[in-house]
């Protein structure tokens, strides 16, 4: 069984900055891809930022020059680095890990609310 386990949400300020980690039960290189994904009230779950095993990342067109997805393949984690957070940045926060196959893993979810 994989295990992912976040860290970092919060509350913050419009323009402050969180970083979230996500560990991992595994090796990374394991999985196909890691990506970070965020559901809001009312509001389906949607992807923020992914990155593959080879590096290659990809984000959703609104945290684009404001969000960055990295790894540390040494620790088995997976980070999500939030700039310049917004108010429609608030949501809940998912670690997603996708394994060759059809198999996903996700975190327990991390609350995220950008407010003065």
């Known amino acids: 069984q994989v295990q992912l386990v976040e860290s970092g949400g919060g509350l913050v300020q419009p323009g402050g900055s969180l970083r979230f980690s996500c560990a991992l039960s595994r090796s990374i290189f394991s999985f196909k891809a890691m990506g970070w994904y965020r559901q809001a009230p009312g509001k389906e779950r949607e992807l923020v930022a992914r990155i593959s095993n080879g590096g290659s990342t990809n984000y959703a067109d609104s945290v684009k020059g404001r969000f960055s997805i990295s790894g540390d393949n040494a620790k088995n984690t997976v980070y999500l680095q939030m700039n310049n957070l917004k108010p429609e940045d608030t949501a809940v926060y998912y670690c997603?890990?996708?394994?060759?196959?059809?198999?996903?893993?996700w975190g327990q979810g991390t609350q995220v609310t950008v407010s003065s």
């Open positions: 997603n890990a996708e394994a060759y196959g059809s198999a996903r893993y």
